[in-house]
């Protein structure tokens, strides 16, 4: 008790915290911090993700003056896909009024999950991240739309039983996974473990280590096993060398499907023509042909305001995976400022505009985007919003959707979900909230 | 004075046959003698003849293949170099094998470390460990209780090295080393350091003093201190030596025991008067260089 | 019990198809071979000045990265060698000039650190120029298999392994034959000795750099073939560290027999015991299988035996 | 002139065997330790309330760069042990904080394994087994995770006995590449999360004392207090909302608050909704308590290496012949350096996921990077010196935050935000080459010649 009288100077400046922040902030702006990896291993992949993601702001600003009047500003932050120097970028813009991170970091993203609520700030991981989080009763702050790996995996087995010809010849077929051995990696292993007992495959996974150069063990375990299908959930430079491999040993190709971290121009080009034929799953469609990014190309780069040398990614997988990003992002300030009225929203409006984020078919085509996703839509207890997956194609020269949207296996996967969220939540002394 | 007239004491050293090999190479071959306590035992010979070697196998750091040594009337072939120390062999080295990172002060207190025992340890080894079953209970306990004493560096420990800090500063009293009791030996001139190691190895209390060729490198000046802190040693508090020096003039002077070795063999062994005299010494190794030197005396 | 000892001996089991086996027993050789091209850098290096360069893992991905970069400019590819030989050995006299003629006498890790700080440079520079992006090498060395009673070989990794088979005898004749091997020789055997029959270090230095920088270029170049030139390639150096530790620091021959010790080392405890473990294993079983070896031999493979003295 | 010697004896041993052989020193230690606990906590805190700096500010510096600085020279002193008092280099060190990080969580989440179980529908049901009660005092977890870590550098610091140098580095990298593998595949250690990542719960020290109290607004116009006690250091506690509470009227104390930002911001006038709110550790606790642990491994270490066991440290670090002459036994010796060194390790793992991730994944987090980036720390610091460990490893946390928030001014001349970063890595790796150049025993000597230099000023004749 007596403790408290010294302690409550304090705690006025803990209040503080949050008064002064926004009051720098010019009224008309609305910040985002960009945490990218320009740098280090995985810099191949983070350059087109991230300027996919500064494009279509950019283009937002100069085509239609920011976000119902409100201009966007940005700041790129590097992580270099570390943890520590995610964290150093989160604490320096949090300042500038985030409302909203893209981690893009396994790593990063469950550093700062505990941290969302308390900082009223908005984690958006449009494809990767922490699974369990898309359970919004436990995860009120965390968004994994529009699907997870999980759900990326149960299509996966879904789209392979199709191959098959029915989920019923999946008994007794072999399939392998080789994964990038990390906790990005081993995400789809208990999801494909259920499924194996459900629908009797048999399933090998082979763990690959950072980087992943020299796979050879790897691929004579596959020599001996011959699995009927291959699951690559690569990263990097791991995911040439397992096309490459693949080949080498005379896999074929169009029965090997990577995860959609492993499905970009950058992992199959540099393989040269072994890649032909491989597929990849994917949550929008391929290529540039797109009103949308031929506006950006017009808007942004003829008129010199792009990023340099930044004109070539556009219409790339992990391009139009950045725009994808940005468009998530915008559509829920959007859906903040109508709810609450206001031009720029705060931390809570933004938690709000994500919940309740409703990206219908029309409103993609009316971004340009027709036929490019699904209509998303996310709900109180479902961050996830229901987004199906796509399987794409290399064919030696660019990537081609050869599915129709595959729906993953919801009834499967939710509870599965459900049930890893409410252990967290027991373990971290959460009382879930209630939606209804 | 002379060395004949002296009273020693009992046998403290008996080498016995001693032969060691590297390889296919015989660095030492049949060699025996004895060191009687509170003598200066010097080894002397020609380069290559096997004597820091003979030294290197009585403080256990080269293990001979044939022969045995008994030290304090106990046998042993095979022994590590730290547990020769613990029996009370000291030694100093032919290039000096100083702790160059430390001071002077530090130098001389590791040769205190032996003596030194954790408080802790201490009450453990008067009172519990011929206590049956406990003493295996409470060993462990002892142990850590000392550690956390050292890391605290309080009460009982402090006072420990206090106790030692003393005894310490004796030896640099003896060796007039005070003025560079906080320089770091690496700066030191090189008859200092090897006054420096002579005291690590006084501040052991050892027993048995191995020098190899503490007198090498140094100027007259400094070889006369050298043999005065020697001497002094021997006679005041009675230290045993074992001396490897190729100053004949110093050897002969101080020596109570000469052993003469070469190729690895003994060919001689008495007092500097009798090895003078020995003519396969003469021969081998005193031979015509020294003979003015010798008549000098 | 049949478990544990199925467990015990499961790489030996895995010969029970023996194509199976033969085809892991060539893998891990020829992989073996790949890491020996990264490892007779750093033996190089430590051999004459005693320096462990961890830079040289970077080294590699520069000069893969200049001339991937050189070839995608459209030079013509022998061009392009001799291009990046030559960025090298310039490369080598600005290091000499810059830090290792600052750095003499200096503790061996000091040394170490100064190439640490080196590699961190020089990944960044050589990235600042050539860009982050994969860039495909192929400087013709063939692609596919083939499959002698029905093992499968690729060319690749034969290329690889004439190559160093190739480049330790230009090695054993640059030491043995040439008038700067030999003085190469004696700097390693002695440096003060050296000196004072008048061998000019710095120009050894220079040499040395340059010689590995070579060296480099070639490893670059097979694993720049397999995986594309990107950041990645610099990490390689960790898989060459067991083989160095195996072989001895200053052993041209120990790298390649300790390269091929752990390779097959490697592949065969991973295909034998990974299942069992979950896998992913090779990396530290290549440096566990080392420091074994290195409890029984401390000098590696081919180092002398030591000798203390006081 | 004020600082120097002249006039300064001691009558005792005792005395003489102090840790400071100038009073100048010993006060200015307790000037800088005044300064840390007391100076920086009250200081910034005056001047976020004065509006001289935001709030946010403050965060940055406690989050991401002081706790961040504590853990590296709570490791880098750890390593110097090993390294520069003991000589023996090791490339192991981030794997051993690894063992402190996940020995802390499971302790903390009492020792979870696994029973799993067929249901009747056939379906696999697995649920988690506590063996002991759950500890959440940092403190009593910290101690664990350095004594768990001890024992497992011992067991690696056992080849030591044969291998030296640079075989012995390489060799530690043995440990590096194996626990960290453990980290990664071993179920049990993350409790068998699908992605092997850990969250530490709940922890608080000094439950019984109150610290904070949260005010609520009722419907009638009256007020209710809520009561926090305990100082919170991770986690967040969930408490209890009172019954038909309305709004929020005021939150004071060691804590934060969901509703800390809602008070403050535009629609602060909203009602509470729900039943529950959450608490979190301010960043001040945190900073405290790290920098006590740090201080008092700091003033361990001092004694340690001033005394009889850092003496035979150094003594196998300069001479291993020599020393084992004088009856130092070298494995005992050695293995003591290694169990103290993880020790510390041990503890600095613990701090860096209690008070700083959070939550992290061991393969990423205890990388071989961190081992690399600690030795840097510790040499360029200077090897066998406490002071240096600090100096290092300030060196190495703040440089890239320094050349970082410098970047804005080069950003504008260059577009391309990769090169920017890449110019970072170059002056970074440059900087350090320039260092071992200037002064290759590192900041400590910089350091002990600036003293040096004091204590002639200004007469230096």
Same mark, same amino acid.
């Given at each position: 008790m007596r403790l408290k009288g010294l302690t409550l100077g304090l705690a006025a400046a803990v209040a503080a915290t949050g008064i002064t922040a926004p009051a720098v902030q010019a009224e008309e702006t609305q910040f985002f911090p960009f945490f990218t990896y320009r740098t280090g291993p995985y810099a191949p992949n983070g350059i087109p993700s991230a300027n996919g993601m500064v494009d279509y702001m950019n283009y937002v600003n100069l085509k239609w003056a920011g976000v119902g009047g409100v201009k966007l500003v940005w700041e790129e932050c590097e992580t270099g896909y570390n943890t520590k120097k995610g964290v150093e970028c989160y604490e320096r813009t949090k300042g500038k009024g985030t409302t909203v991170v893209f981690p893009y970091s396994t790593g990063i993203t469950y550093k700062l999950i505990p941290n969302a609520a308390r900082d009223k700030i908005s984690i958006l991981t449009v494809g990767y991240g922490r699974t369990d989080a898309s359970d919004g009763r436990v995860f009120p702050w965390t968004f994994t739309t529009p699907t997870t790996y999980w759900s990326q995996a149960s299509a996966f087995i879904k789209y392979i039983g199709a191959q098959e010809g029915g989920m019923d010849k999946l008994k007794g077929k072999k399939i392998a996974l080789i994964y990038h051995n990390s906790a990005y990696g081993k995400e789809p292993i208990r999801t494909l473990n259920l499924l194996e007992r459900k629908f009797g495959y048999k399933l090998t996974t082979l763990a690959v280590n950072h980087p992943g150069q020299e796979q050879k063990a790897t691929w004579l375990q596959i020599r001996r096993d011959r699995p009927d299908w291959i699951l690559l959930w690569g990263w990097g430079v791991m995911n040439q060398v397992s096309i490459k491999e693949a080949t080498n040993i005379g896999f074929k190709m169009d029965r090997m499907i990577g995860v959609w971290w492993s499905g970009a121009e950058q992992d199959v080009v540099p393989t040269g023509d072994a890649a032909k034929g491989y597929k990849a799953g994917t949550f929008h469609a391929a290529g540039r042909d797109f009103p949308l990014f031929k506006d950006i190309k017009k808007v942004v780069y003829d008129a010199g305001k792009g990023l340099p040398g930044g004109e070539k990614f556009i219409g790339q997988v992990l391009w139009n995976r950045g725009v994808v990003n940005s468009i998530f992002a915008t559509e829920a300030m959007a859906t903040a400022q109508k709810q609450y009225g206001v031009k720029r929203v705060n931390g809570d409006q933004m938690r709000w505009g994500l919940e309740n984020l409703h990206i219908t078919a029309e409103r993609w085509a009316e971004l340009g985007l027709k036929g490019f996703m699904q209509p998303i839509k996310n709900t109180c207890a479902d961050h996830e919003g229901n987004g199906p997956v796509l399987i794409q194609q290399w064919d030696g020269k660019k990537w081609n *959707?050869? !599915?129709?949207?595959i729906t993953p296996m919801r009834e499967v996967v939710r509870p599965l979900i459900e049930k890893s969220a409410a252990a967290y939540a027991k373990k971290q002394g959460i009382t879930p909230r209630t939606c209804s | 004075m002379s060395a004949t007239e002296r009273q020693f004491g009992d046998v403290l050293l008996k080498v016995d046959n001693i032969t060691l090999r590297f390889g296919g190479v015989k660095a030492i071959t049949d060699v025996s003698f004895e060191i009687r306590e509170k003598q200066i035992f010097a080894i002397i010979g020609p380069n290559g003849a096997g004597k820091t070697s003979m030294l290197n196998v009585i403080n256990g750091f080269y293990h001979p293949q044939e022969g045995t040594i008994t030290y304090k009337g106990n046998p042993r072939q095979q022994m590590k170099p730290h547990e020769a120390a613990e029996t009370g062999i000291a030694r100093t080295f032919q290039n000096v094998a100083l702790f160059r990172g430390m001071s002077t002060l530090d130098n001389v207190m590791t040769g205190r470390l032996l003596k030194m025992s954790g408080p802790a340890l201490r009450y453990y080894h008067q009172k519990l460990a011929n206590l049956p079953v406990i003493n295996y209970l409470t060993y462990p306990a002892m142990w850590f209780g000392d550690l956390i004493l050292d890391s605290l560096y309080w009460g009982p420990y402090q006072r420990e090295e206090v106790k030692h800090r003393k005894a310490a500063e004796e030896v640099i009293d003896f060796l007039e080393i005070q003025s560079i009791r906080r320089t770091p030996v690496g700066r030191l001139p090189y008859g200092l350091q090897k006054r420096v190691e002579l005291g690590r190895a006084l501040a052991m209390e050892p027993d048995l003093l191995l020098l190899d060729e503490p007198m090498a490198g140094m100027n007259l000046e400094e070889k006369e201190d050298m043999c005065r802190f020697i001497i002094d040693l021997n006679h005041e508090f009675g230290t045993t030596m074992a001396l490897i020096e190729h100053d004949m003039g110093v050897v002969m002077d101080i020596s109570d025991q000469v052993v003469v070795l070469n190729y690895g063999r003994k060919i001689a062994d008495g007092t500097p008067n009798e090895v003078q005299a020995d003519q396969d010494v003469i021969d081998a190794y005193l031979g015509v260089a020294h003979e003015a030197d010798l008549e000098e005396k | 019990m049949g478990e544990i000892l199925e467990f015990i001996f499961a790489p030996i089991l895995i010969f029970e198809s023996w194509r199976f086996g033969m085809e892991v027993v060539i893998s891990g050789l020829l992989a073996g071979v790949m890491y020996s091209l990264v490892a007779l850098g750093f033996v190089l290096i430590y051999k004459a000045s005693g320096m462990f360069n961890f830079a040289q893992g970077v080294l590699v991905l520069f000069a893969a990265l200049n001339l991937a970069g050189f070839i995608g400019l459209g030079v013509p590819i022998p061009l392009a060698i001799i291009l990046t030989i030559g960025i090298m050995i310039l490369f080598a006299i600005v290091v000499e000039y810059l830090i290792l003629r600052h750095l003499v006498n200096q503790e061996q890790i000091i040394l170490f650190m100064a190439t640490i700080g080196l590699a961190f440079f020089l990944s960044a520079f050589g990235e600042t120029i050539w860009g982050s992006e994969v860039k495909k090498l192929d400087v013709g060395i063939p692609q596919g298999r083939f499959e002698p009673f029905g093992i499968q070989i690729q060319y690749l990794e034969l290329t690889a392994g004439a190559v160093a088979a190739a480049l330790v005898i230009c090695l054993a004749i640059f030491f043995n034959k040439t008038k700067i091997g030999r003085a190469l020789r004696a700097v390693a055997d002695d440096h003060q000795a050296a000196l004072s029959v008048g061998i000019n270090l710095r120009t050894i230095w220079i040499i040395v750099w340059a010689v590995s920088g070579i060296v480099a270029l070639v490893a670059g170049t097979m694993w720049g073939a397999k995986s594309?030139?990107?950041?990645?390639? !610099?990490? *390689?150096a960790l898989k060459a560290l067991p083989v160095l530790i195996l072989g001895g620091f200053e052993s041209i021959p120990g790298a390649i027999i300790g390269g091929l010790i752990i390779g097959l080392g490697e592949k065969l405890a991973e295909v034998g015991w990974g299942p069992y473990v979950g896998g992913a294993i090779e990396d530290w079983f290549a440096y566990i299988l080392a420091m074994v070896f290195l409890v029984f031999r401390p000098q590696g493979l081919f180092g002398e035996k030591i000798i203390e003295r006081v | 002139m004020f600082y120097r010697e002249a006039g300064q004896f001691y009558t005792t041993y005792a005395k003489d065997q102090g840790i400071f052989q100038l009073k100048q020193d010993k006060y200015g230690l307790w000037g800088l330790l005044f300064f840390a606990f007391l100076v920086v906590p009250i200081g910034l805190y005056l001047l976020v309330q004065g509006g001289v700096m935001a709030g946010t500010t403050k965060d940055y510096l406690y989050n991401s760069i002081l706790l961040l600085l504590l853990v590296n020279c709570m490791a880098a002193m750890g390593l110097n042990i090993l390294t520069g008092y003991c000589g023996q280099i090791s490339l192991g060190t981030a794997a051993f904080m690894g063992v402190g990080a996940f020995t802390a969580y499971k302790f903390s989440t009492g020792m979870n394994y696994r029973v799993q179980k067929e249901d009747n529908a056939g379906e696999l049901v697995s649920t988690l087994v506590p063996i002991l009660p759950q500890i959440d005092n940092p403190i009593a977890l910290i101690l664990l995770a350095g004594a768990v870590t001890a024992i497992v550098g011992v067991l690696f610091g056992l080849p030591s006995l044969r291998i030296k140098g640079f075989y012995l580095a390489v060799a530690t990298l043995a440990a590096q590449f194996f626990l960290v593998w453990c980290f990664s595949r071993v179920e049990w250690l993350y409790d068998y999360t699908s992605s092997s990542t850990i969250q530490i719960p709940l922890l608080k020290v000094l439950s019984f004392i109150e610290t904070g109290t949260i005010t609520f607004g009722m419907p009638d116009g009256s007020t209710k207090a809520v009561s926090v006690s305990g100082f919170l250091v991770a986690g967040s506690e969930t408490l209890k909302v009172p019954d038909g509470a309305k709004t929020i009227v005021s939150a004071s104390g060691f804590i934060l608050t969901d509703f800390s930002k809602a008070l403050s911001s535009p629609d602060a006038s909203r009602a509470v909704t729900g039943e529950t709110f959450r608490i979190y550790p301010v960043p001040e606790t945190k900073y405290i308590f790290s920098l006590a642990i740090v201080v008092v491994f700091a003033f361990i270490m001092k004694n340690l290496v001033r005394g009889r066991i850092g003496r035979a440290w150094m003594a196998i670090r300069d001479m291993d012949i020599a020393a084992q002459l004088i009856g130092i036994r070298p494995l005992a010796t050695k293995l003591l350096a290694f169990a103290v060194s993880s020790f510390f390790c041990g503890v600095a793992g613990a701090m860096l996921l209690i008070f700083y991730l959070g939550a992290l994944e061991g393969a990423e987090a205890f990388n071989i990077n961190e081992s690399f980036s600690i030795l840097f720390m510790v040499i360029i610091g200077g090897l066998g010196s406490i002071t240096g460990s600090f100096l290092g490893a300030a060196f190495i946390t703040l440089t890239p935050i320094i050349l970082i928030n410098v970047q804005p001014a080069i950003s504008d001349v260059f577009q391309d935000k990769a090169l920017v970063e890449h110019i970072q890595f170059m002056v970074f790796g440059a900087l350090i080459i320039l260092f071992l150049i200037m002064e290759p025993l590192g900041l400590s000597r910089l350091w002990q010649i600036a003293k040096e230099k004091l204590r002639q000023w200004p007469f230096p004749y």
């Open positions: *959707i050869v !599915s129709d949207f | - | 594309g030139v990107q950041f990645s390639l !610099s990490e *390689i | -």
